[in-house]
């Protein structure tokens, strides 16, 4: 059974560096958008990045800082977390679309079929 492992995060001051890690293992299943998410304490989890075939996206709040990489080979995809805030701390989720759709939506939660564990990342200021 397609599950996903998270490696990565920690506490980083503000300012500092983090990467996150997902690998996709135990399926022959066809991924075609792999995703990060984040859920602050008291807040609705939001999209943070993907990538696909339809490209690359990020959420406004990211983007610059933020940078989304994938291995085919490994069936892994990768969050570098750059110029951190307080704000960006959160628990962050990989996820992963499997279905085969005519246009994919990165930001709409509930196309990924797949979640990863969660992973604490914290900025101090």
């Known amino acids: 059974q397609l599950q996903l492992v998270q490696s990565g995060g920690g506490l980083v001051q503000s300012g500092g560096s983090l990467r996150l890690s997902c690998a996709a293992s135990?399926?022959?299943?066809?991924?075609?958008?792999m995703g990060w998410f984040r859920q602050a304490p008291g807040k609705e989890r939001e999209f943070v990045a993907a990538?696909?075939?339809?490209?690359?996206s990020y959420a406004d709040s990211v983007k610059a800082r933020f940078t989304i990489s994938r291995d085919n080979a490994n069936g892994t995809v990768y969050l570098h977390l750059n110029t951190l805030k307080p704000e960006d701390t959160a628990v962050y989720y990989c996820?992963?679309?499997?279905?085969?759709?005519?246009?994919?939506?990165?930001?709409?939660?509930?196309?990924?079929?797949?979640w990863g564990q969660g992973t604490q990342v914290t900025v101090s200021s």
């Open positions: 990538t696909g075939r339809s490209g690359t």
């Open positions: 135990g399926g022959t299943t066809r991924v075609y958008v």
């Open positions: 996820a992963i679309q499997t279905a085969y759709r005519g246009t994919y939506y990165y930001d709409h939660r509930s196309d990924y079929s797949h």
